[in-house]
C-alpha cells in the first residue's frame, strides 16, 4: 500500500500586530493538505516571528503516522486496502493516528527562541485541550507523556516538531469517530503510556459522542480560541 499524495498550499494572511496570537478557523479540502499548511505556518513563524493557533476539521478518512512510524508496524494493511483506508505521514513524532470528519484538530506554530523544552510545549497542548474541555462540561486531565483523558480513557493525543527555527506543535480531539474502524485497521502500538494497559484501541480511547456532549463545531472552536487566549 502506497502513501497519499501531498499537496503544498499556502496560508491566509491576515494583518496581526507583531507578537499577537492569530486564531484561525481554517480547514483545507484533505487531511494532507492541511498539515502542509501546518508545516508552511511553521516555516513562516521561523522567518516573521508569527504565531498562529489553527483550527481544522478532519475530511475524508486516512491513517496519520508519526515521523519515525513504520506503516507496516502500525497499519493492519488488509483491513485498510478492504475499508479503503490509506495513510500518509507527518513531520512530528508521536504515535498513528485516524483522522476523519469526526476529529477535531489544532494547530500552534511560533518561532522557536531555543528556550522551549520538549515537556513544558506538551504541557502547553494538554492544557489547551483539557481548559477547552472544561468549558464544554468535560473535566479531563494530562495523561502519559502528550495525552488528554477523562478518566483512563484517551481523547486527545498531541505532537510536536522543532525544525526551521519554529515549534509546531498539534493534536486531535476525538468528537465522533468510528472506533471499530480504527481498532480494524491499527495495530496496538510498539509502545504505550503506563495508564493504557495493554487495552485494545477499542477500549482505551473515548469521544465526545460516547460521553454524550453534543457540541456543535462552532462551540467546540470557540472553546479552544478561549482556553489559547490564557495557554499562548
Known sequence: MQPTDSHAVTSPRPSPLPGELEIIRWSEPTVEMNLAVDETLAREAGETGRRVLRLWWGSGTVAVLGAGDKPEQVLNFDECAKRGVGWIKRVTGGGTVLQTPGVFNYSYTAPDPHRFDLERVFEQGARLVVDALDRLGVSAQMRGTSDVAVG?????????????????????????????????????????????????????VTTLGELCICATRAEIEAAFAGAARDVF
Open 152 to 204: 483512563d480513557r484517551k481523547i486527545s493525543g498531541n505532537a510536536q516538531a522543532r525544525k526551521w527555527k519554529a515549534v509546531l506543535l498539534h493534536g486531535t480531539l476525538l468528537v465522533d469517530v468510528d472506533i471499530e474502524l480504527m481498532q480494524a485497521v491499527l495495530q496496538h502500538p510498539l509502545k504505550e503510556p503506563d495508564y493504557r494497559r495493554g487495552r485494545p484501541h477499542s477500549e482505551f
